[in-house]
């Protein structure tokens, strides 16, 4: 194992050290798996990677209305059932909105404005 020196900063080199690279961490062994990986492990890659930055997708939706459902019965919020529904569903998919079936055009039209103005806010903020 040697130690080099990189942009300012010393790296441990080794036969299976991590090598330290602007600030982020490359395993040879990684690249090479990747470099070998097939079509459907390239798929799986990016679905697991899309699961990371979205926990809701892939949930069915009868699925995700039952979890909705079950939530609301735990916490006895029953009686905003119906807008915790609507919520999952945006959350799941939030650059769908107008597609789906279960929002008004009010709805809608109220999406479309939060994702246009998302630090607009009716009650000023006050740091005191």
């Known amino acids: 194992m040697t130690e080099t ?3 300012g900063k010393t790296a441990l080199v080794g036969s299976e050290t991590d090598k330290r690279v602007g600030g982020s961490i490359h395993h ?3 690249l090479d798996a990747l470099a070998l990986e097939t079509s459907e492990e390239r798929d799986a890659r990016i679905a697991a ?3 990371l930055q979205n926990a809701l997708h892939g949930i ?3 699925r995700l209305i039952a979890e909705v459902d079950l939530f609301c019965k735990d916490f006895h919020l029953e009686v905003h059932q119906d807008i915790f529904r ?3 569903l945006l959350a799941q998919q939030p650059d769908e909105w107008a597609l789906l079936e279960d ?3 009010e709805e ?5 404005y939060e994702r246009n103005h998302k630090f607009v806010h009716n009650v000023p ?3 005191r």
Not at 108 to 112: G, L, N
């Open 103 to 105: 929002l008004s055009d």
């Open 60 to 62: 069915p939706k009868v």
């Open 108 to 112: 809608k039209d109220a999406a479309q």
């Open 125 to 127: 903020v006050s740091f």
């Open 49 to 51: 990677r899309a699961t």
């Open 86 to 88: 609507k919520g999952a």
């Open 28 to 30: 040879e062994e990684h």
């Open 5 to 7: 020196p990189f942009a």
